[in-house]
């Protein structure tokens, strides 16, 4: 994904916005014009009187003029003569006049913002936001359990192709979060940089079931991509419908992936063996207050027994943990290249920092239920039931 500079913002307004602009910009240099002159005109007719409510410099008439022009009318400055009291009869009708229009175009740029923001045609200015590539009916699962389990507070960016009158229903449907739209196709740059993918904490790409099994996995995979390397601090998570495809994601570091109705598939197998357990399932995915999470284990634990670390979490932070994953560390460049090395080992490190880090393909190991005495290694995680 290409680099996008400060300088080119202006080709990305409208050119309904941009006629607005030019249009605001007359009106103001109109009105500004119309002071100045008034100001100038009452002076010299008005300079040579003696009372104190007469304008008797520069400074009186453009007090004056603003006064007149913003219909205030405070009385303590006015004209006397004949030829002032015309110039203040023409600032009243042509500033009238002016300062309507003027009103009325920053209401005009107010609601030309608001309409592109419900078209989802605005670019989208936030960052460590969550973004949504697609719309399907998981898509309507994930914002109403936001909803249910009170994760308000978390910016949402849809992008999707969809008509502004289905932003509007979404909207509506889930008015207490905080959701934006971006109209277009995620597979496109520009759309991308609409939703200020760069800056996003979280990615989450739905599969589009209205395309065939191949096509709709090509699309998920081609979006993955752009996003994977321009958005390099984003966690990314990606819904597939056809498994097969998970290693082609894997080998460029995403490892956060779905496939459609595969977790409910053995859901289902496990309720064959316990009839219970697809309700455990089920009220854990729900519960609003529980939710399982992996933690980094203190140093302190490692090489203890796995007892210790249970009866730590569970007395000093109120964590159950159910089990262990094991991460394999993330090769660290600086450790493989230095910089005496070779112009070849120079450039493949290059390559390789630009594809935001080397990872190994998916190497996570889980121990469920570990023995009392199993002692806790170096890279486990502690899987936990908050």
């Known amino acids: 994904m290409t680099k996008h500079h400060g300088s080119r913002t202006g080709s990305h307004l409208s050119a309904d916005m941009r006629r607005l602009l030019l249009r605001f910009a007359t009106v103001s240099l109109i009105i500004m014009s119309l002071i100045l002159l008034s100001s100038l005109l009452v002076w010299i007719f008005e300079g040579d009187g003696t009372e104190s409510n007469t304008i008797r410099n520069i400074w009186d008439g453009i007090w004056w003029a603003v006064v007149t022009i913003a219909t205030v009318g405070y009385g303590d400055k006015y004209p006397v003569t004949p030829f002032g009291r015309m110039v203040g009869l023409t600032l009243i009708v042509a500033g009238f006049t002016s300062l309507s229009v003027f009103t009325g175009l920053i209401a005009s740029m107010f609601v030309e913002d608001r309409l592109k923001g419900a078209k989802g045609l605005k670019q989208v200015k936030t960052h460590n936001h969550i973004v949504i590539c697609g719309w399907n009916k998981t898509a309507d699962v994930i914002l109403k359990a936001m909803v249910e389990k009170e994760m308000t507070d978390i910016e949402v960016v849809l992008v999707t192709n969809q008509t502004p009158e289905f932003f509007e229903s979404v909207e509506s449907r889930f ?32 599969a589009d079931q209205s395309l065939d099994l191949a096509n709709a996995d090509d699309r998920t995979i081609i979006i993955a991509n752009a996003i994977h390397f321009g958005a390099p601090k984003a966690r990314i998570t990606v819904q597939l419908i056809n498994g097969d495809n998970r290693n082609l994601l894997i080998r460029i570091g995403i490892e956060n992936i779905m496939v459609y109705d595969e977790v409910g598939g053995y859901i289902l197998a496990n309720s064959i063996q316990d009839e219970s357990s697809l309700a455990v399932y089920d009220q854990l995915a729900r519960d609003p207050k529980s939710y399982l999470s992996t933690i980094p284990i203190e140093e302190q634990f490692i090489g203890k027994p796995f007892g210790e670390l249970f009866q730590h979490l569970l007395k000093e932070k109120g964590m159950m943990i159910i089990g262990l994953m094991s991460k394999e560390p993330e090769i660290d460049l600086e450790a493989v290249f230095t910089d005496n090395t070779s112009a070849i080992d120079q450039f493949i490190k290059s390559t390789l920092a630009q594809s935001k880090k080397l990872k190994a393909e998916d190497k996570h190991n889980f121990r469920w239920n570990p023995k009392h005495d199993s002692p806790v290694q170096e890279n486990d995680h502690a899987i936990v039931l908050v």
């Open 175 to 206: 008015p207490s979060l905080r959701i934006k739209f971006v109209r277009g196709e995620p597979t496109s740059e520009e759309i991308l940089r609409r939703a200020s993918i760069h800056a996003a904490s979280q990615v989450i790409i739905l």
